[in-house]
């Protein structure tokens, strides 16, 4: 049965591989499983067709049979729970897996989008420096959480997993900020992530719709 995903049909995030899409195609990649795209504007976004997928009018959406899904978490938990590769077998090496699933997507996300919004949106206010520096200082106390608990692992628990696929797409949203430098452990084990032939599958299919919308 086909399985098809919504994703921009012209992504904001510069063909950057940041749109949330790209955990989910990610996440197809490590288990080997085909899936379909089917590209949509800002403005189907937000038409009832898509809305009956996604209440919140984003991306991406999971379509198989008679299953929708949305958020992206909750995608690649359906993956993972459905094919080998992302979760472990050991029952309690699986919950610590998904475990940082949650840790990704709750504790580490938020305060990384806080400082996007920030910028995006609030550098005209007269308080928007002091705004970003603590918000910067929240996101470094959570780096450093991090980088005591990984340590000099390659992943966060034993063998790569849905865990660490989460964690690297949301640490990869400091990109350019100069903040994950600052933690040299944290940069190699995003730089691991990326290394992965799975990842790169998935990035250059994200960037070949990103080029396609710009050059036509």
Do not use: C
């Not at 049909?9 to 499983?33: C, I, N, Q, T, Y």
């Not at 910067?136 to 865990?163: N, P, V």
């Amino acid at each position: 049965m086909t399985i098809t995903i919504t994703a921009f049909e012209r992504s904001p995030d510069g063909g950057k591989g940041l749109a949330r899409d790209m955990r989910v195609r990610w996440a197809f990649e490590e288990v080997g499983e085909p899936y379909e795209v089917r590209l949509l504007s800002f403005k189907a976004m937000k038409e009832p067709a898509h809305l009956a997928l996604h209440p919140f009018g984003q991306i991406p959406t999971y379509e198989e049979g008679d299953l929708a899904l949305f958020e992206s978490g909750a995608i690649v938990f359906h993956i993972a729970e459905r094919h080998a590769g992302l979760l472990p077998d050991d029952a309690n090496a699986r919950a610590r897996a998904i475990t940082w699933m949650f840790a990704a997507l709750n504790t580490m996300e938020p305060t990384i989008v806080d400082r996007e919004v920030a910028r995006l949106l609030e550098g005209h206010e007269t308080w928007y420096e002091q705004r970003l520096s603590v918000v910067e200082e929240r996101i470094r106390k959570r780096l450093s959480e991090l980088s005591d608990r990984l340590g000099d692992a390659d992943w966060l628990d034993g063998e790569f997993s849905a865990g660490d696929l989460l964690m690297v797409s949301v640490l990869l949203r400091l990109n350019g900020s100069g903040i994950l430098d600052e933690y040299p452990n944290l940069s190699a084990y995003v730089a691991r992530g990326e290394a992965r032939p799975a990842y790169k599958r998935a990035f250059d299919a994200q960037l070949a719709v990103f080029i396609a919308a710009s050059t036509g």
